[in-house]
């Protein structure tokens, strides 16, 4: 089962503006061929569907405690794509009426790449890419061989980094290439983790290929905290108690990749400490939540207050 809390892996900072054609470059990192519904697809099904997980222990751990992980990059990203269609955070929060239906609020909508962002989905993430083709089911690999799969998840976390860094470099706002930093980042620490699996079962040294590509973190500016803090160097459980075992593979006097702050790699039980959830402005034009809220929110206030 899973734990939900309700907070992202990391504060990311509000955008300066609203800049949908952003959003739509930060879509590629959610449903793209590398994005995270590909890796979150891949290692929960795997999981899933894990052959001898009480024989393999250390290695199903690893794959679990990365799935885990995988759905709050999900909520990250979504997160990122919402902000960049909402734009800055407003104090004043929602907008106070429906306004002027036939003033066309949505004009510029017309010439933005994704359309359906908002026509559809009201400014929120949906698992597509950034021309807005579904995320399908072809970028699951679950062959039950332990080898090939891990294989092929190194794999997944290599191309991820690449694609991080492209979209990365599409963008000014803060926001997304705050997201991109960090997943950079934890990208860096799955596609090591694979390879130091691989070399357990295998003995072949597949942890010489890192980096692949070839991506120097230090030169990437919204890394820099993450490096600093150890980031590059953990492994969570996600969990109170469990999948510690994966510290056999990781956190066994293996170092941090070349380039990288020194350091042992280290298993730690739980999650990161977390950042805010921003709140996205209501907009009773596009009924969102409705056209007329102000009875809503009465209703969820009464509610707040019978459950304290």
């Not at 990208?187 to 040294?205: C, D, M, N, P, R």
């Amino acid at each position: 089962m899973f734990l939900r809390v309700d907070k992202l892996q990391i504060d990311i900072p509000a955008p300066k503006k609203k800049d949908e054609n952003a959003a739509a470059a930060l879509q590629e990192l959610l449903g793209g061929k590398y994005g995270e519904m590909s890796t979150l697809g891949n290692y929960m099904f795997q999981s899933f569907n894990f052959r001898s997980k009480d024989k393999l222990r250390p290695f199903y751990n690893l794959v679990a405690s990365i799935t885990a992980e995988e759905l709050g990059h999900v909520e990250l990203v979504s997160n990122g794509v919402a902000m960049l269609n909402n734009g800055p955070d407003k104090p004043g929060g929602d907008e106070g009426d429906g306004g002027d239906i036939s003033g066309a609020p949505y004009n510029a909508m017309q010439d933005i790449r994704l359309a359906s962002a908002f026509l559809s989905n009201a400014g929120g993430a949906t698992p597509v890419n950034g021309n807005g083709v579904s995320w399908n089911n072809d970028f699951i690999t679950t062959t039950g061989n332990v080898v090939t799969d891990l294989l092929h998840n190194f794999h997944l976390e290599c191309g991820a980094r690449l694609h991080k860094l492209r979209v990365y470099e599409t963008l000014t706002d803060p926001t997304g290439r705050e997201v991109c930093g960090y997943l950079l980042v934890r990208g860096s620490v799955h596609a090591h983790a694979y390879a130091l699996a691989l070399k357990q079962i295998t003995g072949v040294e597949i942890e010489k290929m890192l980096p692949t590509p070839n991506i120097n973190l230090d030169k990437i500016p919204e890394c820099q905290k993450y490096l600093d803090e150890g980031s590059h160097r953990r492994l969570y459980t996600f969990s109170p108690s469990d999948y510690k075992e994966m510290s056999g593979i990781w956190g066994n006097g293996e170092k941090a990749l070349p380039g990288d702050p020194p350091g042992e790699l280290e298993v730690v039980e739980g999650m990161p400490e977390g950042g805010k959830i921003h709140q996205f402005t209501g907009v009773p034009s596009a009924f969102t939540p409705d056209y007329a809220p102000e009875e809503m929110f009465e209703i969820a206030t009464k509610l707040y207050k019978a459950s304290r």
